[in-house]
Nanobody, 122 residues
Framework: QVQLVESGGDSVQPGGSLTLSCAVSKNTLENYSIGWFRQAPGKGPEWVSTINSNGESTYYFDSVKGRFTVSRDNAKTTLYLQMNSLKPEDTAKYYC???????????????WGQGTQVAVSA
C-alpha cells in the first residue's frame, strides 16, 4: 500500500514562510505528476499546485502564484511546497496527492496523505 506523509505545517505570522514536505513510500515516483490541495475550515478542497513527472512543468492556483513554489526530488520520492509571504487566507490543512497506476485493475488510483496543518495569524 502506497503511503503519502506530509510534514512541515506550523503556525506562523502573516508574511512568514514555511516549507511543506510529502514523503511517498513508492520506489518510483518519477513517472507521475504529484501535487498539493488544501482545505480550510468549513470549506471544500482547493487545488494549490501540481508538478509534472520530471519537475520541468509546474502549475499554481492564481492566489498562490509568485508566493508558493512546488518542487520534487524523485531520488528521495519527496514533494515540497515552499510557501512565502503567507496570508491568513492560506490557513488550511494541506494534502499531497497523486494518481498511481494500479497494475491489478489496469487503472489509475488516487492517493492522498493525511495532511499537515498550516495556520497564519498575527
Amino acid at each position: 500500500q502506497v503511503q503519502l506523509v506530509e510534514s512541515g505545517g506550523d503556525s506562523v505570522q502573516p508574511g512568514g514562510s514555511l516549507t511543506l514536505s510529502c514523503a511517498v513510500s513508492k520506489n518510483t515516483l518519477e513517472n507521475y505528476s504529484i501535487g498539493w490541495f488544501r482545505q480550510a475550515p468549513g470549506k471544500g478542497p482547493e487545488w494549490v499546485s501540481t508538478i509534472n513527472s520530471n519537475g520541468e512543468s509546474t502549475y499554481y492556483f492564481d492566489s498562490v502564484k509568485g508566493r508558493f513554489t512546488v518542487s520534487r526530488d524523485n531520488a528521495k520520492t519527496t514533494l515540497y511546497l515552499q510557501m512565502n509571504s503567507l496570508k491568513p487566507e492560506d490557513t488550511a490543512k494541506y494534502y499531497c496527492t497523486t494518481d498511481l497506476f494500479d497494475g491489478v485493475t489496469g487503472s489509475y488510483k488516487p492517493y492522498w496523505g493525511q495532511g499537515t496543518q498550516v495556520a497564519v495569524s498575527a
